[in-house]
């Protein structure tokens, strides 16, 4: 059985935009509703990797969704399933400081503060956790019935899910990644589930 965690492909809004900590509510929410970018593309080994999975599975999110869309061409996948459980966590909005900065420099600060603690309207680090466990087990599910499945997810998200597999005794020969496109397989030959 194989599990392969891919990250999505590069979204149309750039993290660069510079935001005040008022409008970062709204730059997430349009990261969030971005698409991929046309020049974003999988590499040809994860092309190949994917070309046996039997299922896709993505996110709600439109950037999990379109990237699935390009690696589907090169599937056989005969189903797909796209669920909330697999999101990106969700990075503090309201976070009080009183000047401008880039989207993605506000994010990383974000994800700094959330780590030590601070929720500022998202869900929490437990709470994170607790879903990335759910979803490792609904991946174990589909694996046990597929035999091998993808999912293009989120970073962070994918980096909670890849633990979670370990625990349940999934073995991976490689380190998770946070690059766009960047992709981790794990294998389990005998069902702990």
């Known amino acids: 059985m194989k599990i392969i ?28 509703l971005a698409g991929i970018d046309e020049n974003s593309h999988p590499s040809k080994e994860l092309c190949q990797l994917i070309q046996n999975s039997s299922m896709i599975c993505t996110s709600d999110l439109r950037r999990s969704i379109e990237s699935a869309e390009r690696l589907s061409k090169q599937t056989s996948a005969s189903s797909s399933f796209s669920s909330p459980l697999f999101r990106e966590v969700p990075v503090p909005h309201s976070i009080p400081y009183p000047f401008t900065l880039r989207a993605i420099s506000w994010a990383t600060i974000g994800r700094l503060i959330w780590y030590f603690g601070y929720i500022g309207g998202v869900e929490s680090r437990s709470q994170a956790h607790e879903r990335a466990n759910q979803a490792a087990q609904q991946l174990i599910q589909h694996a046990n019935a597929a035999g091998s499945v993808a999912l293009i997810g989120h970073g962070i998200m994918n980096m909670f899910i890849a633990k979670n597999l370990v625990r349940h005794g999934w073995h991976s020969s490689k380190k998770i990644t946070r690059s766009h496109w960047s992709w981790i397989e794990f294998h389990n030959e005998i069902s702990k589930e």
């Open 5 to 32: 965690l891919v990250r999505h492909g590069k979204p149309t809004y750039d993290l660069r935009t510079k935001v005040s900590p008022k409008a970062l509510t709204k730059a997430l929410k349009t990261y969030d």
